[in-house]
């Protein structure tokens, strides 16, 4: 089950051509795709690429009619050695994944297709997760592209650039032999738009042809001396023909403008900000008309130096806008320049921050140094640079802090040390007002009775090492839980603790999910543990999903599909590879067992890996899935019954120990109504899934007793409401009796005083 259905939307797959298709990015490449003719596509799903598996998953009707052959990858790495398929045959093929994590994992199959070449189109989609949106640490796939020799695309962010770029993409990796790269940035992915259709095409040459008709090319093959001569094909053949056709084709895009002796230099993906904040000082206008030249590479590898030199001629200065470090792109137009003697001075990394996402706001400023040293009159009007427009207190300080710093530096260094101000000092008032919000568990999770489970346990055994993974389970390193020392990547929870294979007092403990499990743990992770005969305990939270990738399933899921194989236990394959000690917990809510098994692994005698699997379904997509039901059930007029529970005020102690274990976002406070309890009491909002984790958990830790569960019933039969009517007129009975008690009560006092 993925994290949403794009069933309708794939209809438009079928649009005729020349009709004008309207939806999401994502869903333009795959149209994309159809249109160039794709023999196979595969890939491993993760942000902001995961919609790409899943519309392609909705698909398969539609692919199979074309003849392409569709599938979800083990890995990036699984997905990236696919391509081999394109090496020896004119079969095209398209890869997808997550960057720069998952460009990682395949970087061996990378640069083994790199080295020896395609014959057919191969293209590599990447979803670059660079910015404050971003859940990864914060790299780029640009280093990848250049280490390899792959020619990476970076189009305008709108759907005719990005569905011309899958189109170039196909045809200059055939024209260069040479795997290409289609970067797609967060908002590229999710952004909606239109274009003109073009007819579908089957494959030209399928992968059926291919196996009957297999071809061996050893030179293709990465093996001594071929090896050798790759990396001067690379060079001497492959990268002219691709210099060659990205300019014959037009692929990086020239924009005049009348203020001809400045220009700016910028990557495709960053276009639409660019533009943004050039209007904020009439510097282009909503039709994408800009005063000043543009030049605008679609192509962000490689560079094209007569194109950069025709660019900057007779120009006094360019400014060159690029996210991150280190800056390629501005280092390379250098080195051109300087070669061909063109004095045009370069700006980049001076006027611009060194690192983090170019927002509007952050260009408006760098821009703003630009021009005030090449073209003043254009800051003629007054632009706001996202300030209010009566500066607050800590606005005036932050300008305060600006002019002071360009009283201390001149020229480049202080439009840097300006911008690198201001944003320390951006919305500083905020920090008082608005908390801090770390990630946490969803609503309901079946992770969180894990770690309080597990902190519980240390209560009694104290502290011990914990290796984290990649996965929703990482949110336990933040608070209330607290729990986790690293973590290294995607199924190497276990590889983490590898290191610790020592004697000690303690063990260590790992944990990975069911998704790190087979996406990499299984071998790196419980194997080596094995082979090495680690003494030390690995959780494997199995909650039926690749879950933090946007609910995708795996070999362990519990669904049954027919073009899938499921259904094959995590302990089936942990024994496999020869661990002896494995529990099952199939259900993680009940704090108190899975407390004591984790005590049990941590205790006992046995040398040698423990594994402990945590099984409970991902609460996200068991209410995707049980939601819809109960409303169907509901509007068919069924008897249906919605769990909730809450928190009697009256015996809460105020202690809060509850949410200290829990911390579930339906768990809050409110004031008790007691005058004589000042402090406020715990409160089950609305959100509550009836998971039952706080009543659990405050038994497990032995707490209070003033937790309950109530019931509430939809279509009750007649028998039902009766008795609901009788319990209501005894209540009511029952509570003014207590009335006229404590107003007799009441009286009596007044009268003896």
């Given at each position: 089950?993925?994290e949403?259905?794009?069933?309708?939307?794939?209809?438009?797959?079928?649009?005729?051509?020349?009709?004008?298709?309207?939806?999401?990015?994502?869903?333009?490449?795959?149209?994309?795709?159809?249109?160039?003719?794709?023999?196979?596509?595969a890939g491993?799903?993760g942000?902001?690429?995961?919609?790409?598996?899943?519309?392609?998953?909705?698909?398969?009707?539609?692919?199979?009619?074309?003849?392409?052959?569709?599938?979800s990858?083990?890995?990036?790495?699984?997905?990236?050695?696919?391509l081999?398929?394109?090496?020896?045959?004119?079969?095209?093929?398209?890869?997808?994944?997550k960057?720069?994590?998952?460009?990682?994992?395949?970087?061996?199959?990378l640069?083994n297709?790199a080295?020896?070449?395609?014959?057919?189109?191969?293209?590599i989609?990447?979803?670059?997760?660079?910015?404050?949106?971003?859940?990864?640490?914060?790299?780029?796939?640009?280093?990848?592209?250049?280490?390899?020799?792959i020619?990476?695309?970076?189009?305008?962010?709108?759907?005719?650039a990005?569905?011309?770029?899958?189109?170039d993409?196909?045809?200059?990796?055939?024209?260069?032999?040479t795997?290409?790269?289609?970067?797609?940035?967060?908002?590229?992915?999710?952004?909606?738009?239109?274009f003109v259709?073009?007819?579908?095409?089957?494959?030209?040459?399928t992968?059926?042809?291919?196996?009957?008709?297999p071809v061996?090319?050893?030179?293709?093959?990465?093996?001594?001396?071929?090896?050798?001569?790759h990396?001067?094909?690379?060079?001497?053949?492959?990268?002219?023909?691709?210099?060659r056709?990205?300019k014959?084709r037009?692929?990086?895009?020239?924009?005049?403008?009348?203020?001809?002796?400045?220009?700016?230099?910028?990557?495709?993906?960053?276009?639409?900000?660019?533009?943004?904040?050039?209007?904020?000082y009439?510097?282009?206008?909503?039709?994408?008309?800009?005063?000043?030249?543009l030049?605008?590479?679609?192509?962000?590898?490689?560079?094209?130096?007569?194109?950069i030199?025709r660019?900057?001629?007779?120009?006094?200065?360019?400014?060159?806008?690029?996210?991150?470090?280190?800056?390629?792109?501005?280092?390379?137009?250098?080195?051109?320049?300087?070669r061909?003697?063109?004095?045009?001075?370069?700006?980049?990394?001076?006027?611009?921050p060194?690192?983090?996402?170019?927002?509007?706001?952050?260009?408006?400023?760098?821009?703003?140094?630009?021009?005030?040293?090449?073209?003043?009159?254009?800051?003629?009007?007054?632009?706001?640079?996202g300030?209010?427009v009566k500066?607050?207190?800590a606005v005036?300080?932050?300008g305060?802090?600006?002019?002071?710093?360009?009283?201390?530096?001149?020229?480049a260094?202080?439009?840097?040390?300006?911008?690198?101000?201001?944003?320390?000092?951006?919305?500083?008032?905020?920090?008082?007002?608005?908390p801090?919000?770390?990630?946490g568990?969803?609503?309901?999770?079946?992770?969180?009775?894990?770690?309080?489970?597990?902190?519980?346990?240390?209560?009694?055994?104290?502290?011990h090492?914990i290796?984290?993974?990649?996965?929703?389970?990482?949110?336990?390193?933040?608070p209330?839980?607290?729990l986790?020392?690293?973590?290294?990547?995607y199924?190497l929870?276990?590889?983490?603790?590898?290191?610790?294979?020592?004697e000690?007092?303690?063990?260590?403990?790992s944990?990975?999910?069911?998704?790190?499990?087979?996406?990499?743990g299984l071998?790196?992770?419980?194997?080596n543990?094995?082979?090495?005969?680690a003494d030390?305990?690995?959780?494997?939270?199995?909650?039926?999903?690749?879950?933090?990738?946007?609910?995708?399933d795996?070999?362990?899921?519990r669904?049954q599909?027919?073009?899938?194989?499921?259904q094959?236990?995590?302990?089936?394959a942990?024994?496999?590879?020869?661990?002896?000690?494995?529990?099952?917990?199939?259900?993680t809510?009940?704090?108190?067992?899975?407390?004591d098994?984790?005590?049990d692994?941590?205790t006992?005698?046995?040398?040698?890996?423990k594994?402990v699997?945590?099984q409970?379904?991902c609460?996200?997509?068991?209410?995707?899935?049980?939601?819809?039901?109960?409303?169907?059930?509901?509007?068919?007029?069924?008897?249906?019954?919605?769990?909730?529970f809450?928190?009697?005020?009256?015996?809460?102690?105020?202690?809060?120990?509850?949410?200290?274990?829990?911390?579930?976002?339906?768990?809050?406070?409110?004031?008790?109504?007691?005058?004589?309890?000042?402090?406020?009491?715990?409160?089950?909002?609305?959100?509550?899934?009836?998971?039952?984790?706080?009543?659990?958990?405050a038994?497990?830790a032995?707490?209070?007793?003033?937790?309950?569960?109530?019931?509430?019933?939809?279509?009750?039969?007649?028998?039902?409401?009766?008795?609901?009517?009788l319990q209501?007129?005894?209540?009511?009975?029952?509570?003014?009796?207590?009335?006229?008690?404590?107003?007799?009560?009441?009286?009596?006092?007044?009268f003896?005083?």
């Open positions: 089950m993925a949403r259905s794009f069933t309708k939307e794939v209809q438009q797959l079928l649009a005729e051509p020349g009709t004008v298709f309207h939806g999401e990015g994502i869903l333009a490449v795959t149209k994309a795709l159809l249109e160039c003719g794709v023999g196979y596509v491993y799903q942000s902001p690429i995961s919609h790409l598996m899943d519309v392609l998953a909705d698909a398969q009707p539609i692919l199979q009619q074309l003849g392409v052959h569709f599938e990858s083990a890995s990036e790495a699984t997905a990236a050695a696919t081999s398929a394109s090496v020896m045959y004119p079969i095209r093929g398209a890869v997808t994944w960057s720069t994590v998952g460009t990682n994992v395949a970087s061996d199959a640069a297709l080295s020896g070449g395609v014959t057919g189109g191969a293209l989609i990447i979803g670059e997760d660079y910015g404050e949106g971003s859940s990864i640490m914060q790299e780029r796939s640009h280093a990848f592209a250049m280490k390899s020799q020619w990476l695309l970076d189009p305008r962010p709108n759907l005719p990005i569905v011309k770029a899958v189109h993409g196909f045809e200059l990796s055939e024209a260069s032999h795997p290409v790269m289609l970067e797609l940035r967060v908002r590229s992915c999710h952004l909606h738009g239109s259709t073009q007819a579908n095409r089957p494959p030209a040459f992968l059926k042809q291919a196996l009957e008709t061996r090319d050893t030179s293709r093959i990465v093996l001594p001396p071929a090896s050798y001569l990396e001067h094909e690379k060079i001497l053949d492959r990268w002219p023909a691709a210099v056709f990205i014959e037009g692929l990086n895009e020239f924009f005049d403008g009348d203020l001809n002796d400045i220009g700016i230099v910028m990557l495709g993906g960053m276009y639409n900000n660019v533009m943004r904040a050039m209007m904020a009439d510097m282009a206008d909503i039709y994408g008309k800009s005063r000043i030249p030049y605008v590479m679609n192509v962000a590898y490689p560079v094209i130096d007569e194109e030199q660019f900057c001629e007779g120009k006094k200065a360019i400014l060159v806008i690029e996210e991150g470090q280190p800056e390629y792109h501005e280092q390379a137009i250098h080195t051109v320049l300087g061909a003697q063109i004095r045009t001075t370069v700006h980049g990394k001076d006027m611009l060194q690192a983090g996402e170019y927002t509007v706001q952050t260009l408006k400023r760098g821009l703003q140094a630009f021009l005030s040293k090449y073209h003043p009159a254009g800051l003629a009007k007054p632009v706001s640079l300030m209010p500066p607050s207190q005036q300080q932050a305060a802090v600006i002019e002071q710093v360009k009283t201390q530096v001149s020229g260094a202080q439009a840097q040390a300006a911008v690198a101000a201001m944003t320390r000092l951006a919305a500083p008032e905020l920090a008082t007002v608005v801090a919000r770390p990630p568990f969803c609503v309901g999770c079946p992770e969180r009775p894990i770690f309080s489970a597990m902190t519980l346990v240390q209560q009694d055994l104290g502290m090492h290796s984290a993974d990649i996965g929703c389970h990482l949110f336990a390193a933040m209330p839980f607290h986790g020392a690293t973590t290294m990547g199924g929870g276990a590889s983490s603790a590898a290191a610790m294979n020592v000690a007092g303690k063990r260590s403990i944990v990975m999910g069911d998704g790190g499990f087979w996406h990499n071998a790196s992770g419980i194997g543990a094995v082979f090495n005969k030390g305990v690995i959780v494997i939270v199995d909650n039926n999903y690749s879950a933090a990738t946007g609910g995708q795996l070999l362990s899921s669904s599909k027919d073009n899938r194989s499921m094959h236990p995590i302990e089936a942990v024994r496999g590879v020869g661990v002896a000690w494995v529990k099952t917990v199939d259900y809510y009940d704090v108190n067992h899975m407390r098994v984790l005590n692994a941590l006992t005698d046995y040398q040698g890996p594994v699997i945590a409970s379904e609460m996200l997509n068991k209410q995707r899935r049980v939601k819809p039901q109960i409303a169907e059930a509901v509007k068919s007029g069924e008897r249906v019954v919605k769990e909730k809450g928190v009697d005020a009256s015996v809460c102690s105020g202690d809060h120990a509850c949410m200290r274990l829990s911390g579930c976002p339906s768990l809050t406070l409110k004031n008790s109504g007691d005058p004589l309890k000042p402090d406020p009491v715990a409160h089950v909002d609305d959100g509550c899934v009836a998971c039952g984790h706080c009543g659990e958990v038994d497990a032995v707490l209070c007793p003033s937790f309950y569960r109530i019931e509430w019933v939809r279509n009750a039969g007649t028998v039902e409401k009766w008795f609901h009517r209501q007129t005894v209540v009511t009975w029952m509570q003014r009796l207590q009335q006229r008690s404590l107003h007799a009560r009441a009286l009596y006092q007044d003896s005083a």
